[in-house]
Each structure stands twice: as C-alpha cells, then as structure tokens.
C-alpha cells in the first residue's frame, strides 16, 4: 500500500514533506511558477519580471530566505511586488512543506 | 574432600549448599538486572544527549534548561496510552536540536504546538509500542507479534483521521482524497462506515429503462462497465452469461415511465449544427466529460449514441426532473426544435458507430427469466444504488466497516499475496481484487488504480475498534438542508443551483461562489443581465455558469430575492462616498501591491483572479472592501492573498476599483470587457 502511495510521488523521489509541498505548491503557486517550479505556468507570459526557474535559482537553496519570500513577498527581499505574501494565508507548518519542496526542485534533474 | 564425603550423609549440610547455590543464583541475576538496569538503551541514549547539549548549548542556557533524567512517561488514562518515547527523544521540544542526529532531534513542524503531547502523547499519531525503552521493542521497524509498529509519514493520515472526522481535514491530503473517493464510489451503500452516515448515493434510476437504452448496450454494461467507460462508478460484478441474459431481460421490462412524446418531432430536420453551438453555450462540459475534459457530476457523454435511445434523451433533457427527481441536472428552457437538434447531435456526434437504427423497445414476456433477473438484482444488492420501485431495500449487502482497521491481520486472506499481514495490506488488496484472495466475495471488481486504492486504504484505516472519548473528536455537524418556499424554490429547483453553489455550506462545490452573502457582493442591477447571459468572470476557469435560456422575468425574481434575502449587514453599512484622493491612493495601491500579476485590467495583467475592467458595476464596496481586507475568512484557500491591508488602505482600492467601469475614464480602460 504504501508502495503504491510512494510510487506516485514522482518514483519515490519525495519525502512525505516535500510531497505535501508540492500539493500546497501546486494550487497556490503552479498557476506562475509552473509544476515544477520552473517559471513555466500558465499565468507566467503575463508577468513581467518572468517567475525564474527555481530548480536552478541560488536563493531556493537559502530556506530562511525562501520562508521570507513566501510569507512576506518577493517585494519584501526588494523585488517586484508580483509574487504576494502568503503568510497570513498559510500556517507555519505549510510554509515548512512548501520551503521542503521548493528545496527539492533542483536535486531531481532528468 | 573427604570431609565433604564425610558430611555427605547429613541433611543439614545438603541444605547448606543448596542455600549457597541459591545464594549465588540471586547474587549472580541481581548483578545481571543492575547491569543490565545501568548500561540499558536509554541510559546511553541519555548520556549522549547531555554531551551533545553540551555541544550545542551555552553554559548559560545549559543552566537554564537542567533536566530530569531517568524515564519519562506521558500516561493517558482517557486514551488508554503510556507513551514513554521522551525517554529517549529528549531534545523533541526544543529548537537548539533543530538538526541534531535521531533519537535526539526537535520534532519537525509546528506540530507539538497543535497537537500538544501532554494531551495526545506520541503512538496516538505514530503508532509504535509506547511502554518500550528502547528501539527494537518500541517498534520502529515491523517486529514479528506487534501489530502496530510504527508509522512511515507516508500513511500517517490514516492515524489523523481517527480524530479529524471532517471528509477534508487540513494538510491531510491523501486521508481527504481517500474519503472523496469512498464518497464518489458510493462504498457506504453496501457497508456501513463511520463517519459517512446519511449520505446517500444515487444511481441511474431503472423503473423506464427499457424505454432509455439499447440492450445490446445494457448486456455489454453488465458483463463489464470499464468496455463502455473507463471510470464507470459501478464496478464489475463478474456475473456469468446466464446472469447477465436474464438480468438484461428484466432490466428491459422496466417500463414504469413513458417518454414524453415526441411524435410530432421532424427527425429529418434536425440541424446538428445548432446541437453543437448549443451545447456549447450551455456549458454542458462542466459536468459532463467527452473525450477525456470536462466535469464528473454528470455522465460522461463521449459514446451515449451507443447507449441511449433518442426519444428517451429528448424527453430527458426536456424534463430531467420528471426521470430522475434527485438528479443535479438543471432543466434548461429550450423549446422543441432546439431539444431535437441537441438530441440529434449528441447521438451523433458521441457514438462509436455513427448513427445506428434502433430497435424498437421489446416487450419482454418471458416471465422465467424475468423472475431469474429479478433474483439476480437482488441477490446482488443492485438496490442499494438504483431505486426501483417493487424491490425493498434489504439494508446493506456487505459486512459493516467499523472497527476494520484493528481486525485480527492473522485471520484475514492475502489470497497468493506476500506481503506482510496487516488489516491494512488486506483492505489495500480487497478494494484492488476482491475476488482473489481465497475466500468467496460478492463484492464487485472496481478497478480502482493502486494510488486511489491506497487511499481509501488510509481512509479506511482510521476506523478504529474503540471510539475516543468525545472531547479528541473533530467531527463538523452536517450543513442544514437549504429549501426555499415559494417562486424562488420553484426557480433554484428548476435551475439547480445548488448542486453548483451552496448555502450555510449546503449544495455543490463547482462554483466558487456560495450564495450566503451573494446580495451584498453582487450589485442589483448585475444579476439579473448575467443570469440571462453568463460570461467568464475568470477567463481561466473552465467550469462556467451555464446559460440557462432563462426567461427575464425568472432572471429579476432571482435579482430580488438574492439582493433582498442574501444579505451581510455588516457590509451593507459601507460608507461609499469616496474621495478623488482615495482612489488615486488606491490606484497607486494596485500598482504598488502587483495586483496586475493575477487580474486582468483593459488589456493588460495575469488571468489568475477575475478580470477587473467592469467591478464598479458588478461588486459592492463594502463586500469589495471587506474581502481585500481577510479573504481566506470568506473563501478558505482562497488564491486571493492577504495583504494584512489597513482599513485606510482597504478603503483606497475600494474607491479605486468601485470606479472602474462607471467613470469615463475606466469605461475606457475596461475595452477588453465581456
């Protein structure tokens, strides 16, 4: 049973927190930042900066400044304003799924 | 020795040296229990963690933080629990061991924090033997003879949802989708399951069904449900050819309803061209899917020409109400011509074979097998999904659920299976192939995929044998049905709206928008044009409002009752006399904030969020203002971030945004509106 729960988590790659990340990451971020973090999203032709690829972005490996973007904002580390602050959306536990799986983004490379 | 010898023979000195013996033995088992009592697990577990505080800690907070050694037990008479875990895990609470080495790092999350462990201790969430002092027997591997060992992360849900009964509790994903899936596959209609009381779940009614489909069809659908659809609800009841023959002809003979007539229909001027646009502009894919896209309230559609009869589906989509009083279907006003060329084009559009003649529905005489049919239907327990009226509902066909998760692994089959005995591995492999595991099963074959299995699995795994006392359970009461009296029941009857939106939490979830505030966000003059004319308020939403072919007056009663009855007082107060100023600020606000990143205005921003060009005229500005200021209160999970905006800034963009599209100079931005 739990090989079949594991097996749909991108071949066992995830961990349970980093899995439960991508779930949060995919509703509240995917729409811009694509899937798999890459910049790819639906709604990224709309903005200007363009997301980044996270799975090669120096900052994803920095967790406290991963945490600070995803609650207070990219304005808050001095960006553009375009990727709003979570934190009073989301609970600290979630934003710790989130940091896992933004951190994961770049050790799975096909 | 030869005094020994001597001695021999009196009993007093035999005496002493099975004293001495005995003496020994104690001496030598009381040195083993102190030794063993001194170098246990522990101790050293222990001993390390204070070197290790040492390392990680100042002198001045190692002061501050002198700890108790020796063991340490959480005991909890209500849950029947002593957890003795802390022993070892002693650095679990406190930060500074945030990435120390196991046994002796801070517990991850924010978890101690919500699940205090004075009050739940630990084997209530990981499982494990709580009384153990060491890791072997504690289980935090599998042990031969412990029937709980401890938890991966991977199924710790299963254990969340013995106290969270709600069907989606939060970060719980897995546990919420293996609940969903119970609930759409209808599994409480044959077992009884804790937590899922009072749902009902409804199937096609049978009582005209041989007025509906076609029989080759019906004997195809019995023999297997995944030939005609792949993610049919109904699972595969292997019956054998005779069953199927037998069963067919009864289910034919079900001929309670006549369809409405349709005589006077000119088949051979059906336009299915108009079919099309029209089931386009109804939206009819956001319930129903074709070809793989669309909605799942509602049957999938890609082969109905092989399946349904047309003056079955004529009448049906003229009165779907009449056919099936509980269907989520809305009765749309089309009149006659427009109901021809949608039956026309769905049967053959959606058919394997292009458009096939009928056979003209047969009266099925033979009443043997009718009888044979009828045993099978309710040997079968076909009942508990489909109502038809003669056969009693003879309570649930399979054994009750409750308390499956602590039933004995060792007398439960695992057919050819290895895997290892637990309730678990038996529920996992009985929803994937029920009828091969050495024991005879009636239950159907679902072909359910191992992800979903695994979760109902972990659902089902938190029905425990012994019930928590109340004050551990999470369990949301049921929303309170929604009926209005009166022309505007009649009118969301008509046009279901609840089985889209809902009220207090009653009705459906497709729409994001629940009514119960509906007249204080939606401004009068807005409702009525767009019940008649529903555009795409988000351009990236695919499940859309469909256009009902309403007439205007049923469109301004729907206007007057939402704006006179769905009202929240404390946004109806709003002072909207805004000031030139207020909406420059908030003009600079919008800028300021990347709202552009998610919302469209004129031609320019992000299709995340609703297009914004026309929200003076939509929304009101004390709804406006109300949700800027805490959206997720109003829509929990909602995208909309939350800006923690002051009330002074709230009020700007209001002023801004109630503006667009009423001054000329929004009017003229907004070029792109619907």
Redesign the interface.
């Known amino acids: 049973?739990?090989?079949?729960?594991?097996?749909?988590e991108r071949g066992g790659d995830l961990?349970?927190?980093e899995s439960?990340g991508k779930?949060l990451f995919a509703?509240?971020c995917a729409?811009?930042h694509g899937d798999e973090g890459r910049g790819d999203g639906?709604?990224a032709s709309?903005?200007n900066p363009p997301p980044p690829d996270m799975s090669v972005s120096k900052n994803t490996r920095d967790s406290a400044l991963l945490r600070k973007v995803i609650a207070e904002?990219s304005?808050a580390i001095g960006r553009?304003?375009?990727?709003?602050?979570?934190g009073?959306?989301l609970?600290?536990?979630?934003i710790?799924?989130l940091v896992a799986y933004c951190q994961s983004l770049d050790r799975k490379r096909p | 020795m030869g005094v020994a010898v001597e001695l021999k023979s009196t009993a007093p000195v035999r005496l002493h040296v099975a004293f001495a013996c005995l003496g020994l033995a104690f001496l030598i088992i009381f040195s083993w229990v102190l030794f063993h009592e001194e170098t246990a697990e522990w101790r050293t577990t222990q001993a390390q963690f204070a070197r290790l505080e040492g390392t990680v800690k100042n002198p001045h907070q190692l002061a501050e933080s002198a700890r108790v050694g020796g063991l340490r037990q959480i005991w909890l008479p209500e849950l029947g629990r002593v957890d003795r875990c802390g022993t070892c895990h002693l650095g679990i609470d406190d930060p500074a061991f945030a990435t120390a080495p196991q046994p002796h790092r801070t517990h991850s999350g924010a978890w101690l924090t919500t699940h205090p462990p004075d009050r739940f201790g630990c084997t209530a969430c990981h499982d494990g033997e709580g009384q153990a002092t060491d890791y072997r027997n504690a289980a935090h591997q599998p042990q031969p003879f412990v029937t709980r060992p401890m938890r991966p992360l991977e199924t710790i849900e299963a254990n969340c949802g013995t106290c969270h009964r709600s069907i989606d509790p939060l970060d719980a994903p897995r546990l919420a989708e293996g609940r969903r899936l119970i609930i759409e596959s209808g599994c409480f209609s044959c077992h009884d399951i804790p937590g899922f009381e009072g749902l009902t779940f409804r199937g096609p009614a049978l009582d005209s069904l041989g007025y509906k489909v076609l029989p080759d069809w019906l004997a195809s659908w019995l023999e297997d449900p995944k030939s005609y659809l792949e993610q049919s609800k109904m699972g595969n009841f292997r019956l054998s050819d005779d069953e199927i023959a037998s069963l067919q002809g009864f289910l034919l003979s079900q001929r309670a309803q006549v369809p409405l007539d349709s005589t006077s229909v000119d088949w051979k001027r059906a336009d299915t061209r108009n079919g099309r646009a029209l089931f386009g502009e109804m939206r009819c894919v956001s319930c129903h899917a074709v070809n793989g896209r669309g909605g799942t309230m509602g049957p999938e559609l890609t082969r109905i020409g092989d399946k349904i009869r047309r003056n079955w589906l004529f009448s049906y989509l003229k009165d779907p109400h009449r056919v099936q009083p509980d269907t989520p279907m809305l009765q749309y006003r089309l009149n006659d011509e427009e109901l021809r060329d949608l039956t026309a084009f769905l049967l053959e559009e959606y058919s394997s074979a292009g458009a096939v003649a009928e056979p003209p529905p047969a009266a099925y005489q033979d009443a043997r097998a009718i009888a044979a049919g009828r045993a099978v239907f309710e040997r079968r327990g076909c009942i508990s999904c489909h109502r038809l009226p003669g056969i009693e509902d003879s309570g649930r066909v399979g054994p009750s659920l409750a308390g499956v998760a602590d039933r004995d692994p060792d007398e439960l089959p695992y057919g050819s299976e290895i895997v290892r005995h637990t309730a678990e591995n038996y529920i996992f492999l009985k929803l994937l192939m029920p009828d091969a595991l050495g024991q005879p099963s009636s239950m159907p074959t679902f072909g359910f995929t191992p992800a979903d299995a695994a979760r109902m699995t972990l659902a089902l795994a938190s029905l425990r044998k012994a019930d928590l006392p109340a004050s551990y359970v999470l369990k949301p009461p049921p929303p309170k049905p929604y009926r209005p009296a009166g022309r505007f029941g009649e009118l969301m009857s008509r046009y279901r709206c609840l089985s889209c939106h809902s009220v207090g939490g009653f009705g459906g979830d497709l729409s994001t928008v629940p009514l119960d505030r509906i007249g204080s966000q939606l401004m009068r003059d807005y409702i009525a044009p767009y019940l008649l004319n529903p555009g795409a308020v988000r351009v990236s939403v695919e499940a859309r409002m469909p256009v009902f072919h309403m007439q205007p007056d049923e469109a301004n009663a729907f206007a007057d009752y939402l704006s006179t009855v769905f009202l929240d007082d404390s946004m109806e107060g709003y002072d909207a006399s805004f000031t030139a100023a207020d909406a420059r600020r908030g003009q600079e606000l919008y800028l300021q904030l990347g709202c552009a990143a998610c919302h469209q205005l004129g031609t320019t921003g992000g299709y995340v969020g609703p297009e914004l060009s026309t929200t003076g005229t939509r929304l009101k500005p004390g709804w406006i203002a109300a949700w800027l200021t805490t959206p997720s209160v109003y829509r929990p999970g909602t995208l909309q971030p939350d800006y923690g905006l002051s009330s002074a800034d709230a009020r700007a963009l209001t002023a801004y945004l109630s503006g667009l599209g009423r001054s000329g100079q929004a009017t003229a931005s907004a070029g792109g509106a619907r």
């Open positions: 049973m739990l090989d079949a729960i594991r097996a749909e961990s349970y927190t439960q779930i509703h509240y729409t811009c639906q709604n709309n903005l904002g304005a553009s304003p375009q990727s709003p602050p979570w009073r959306s609970s600290r536990q979630q710790d799924y």
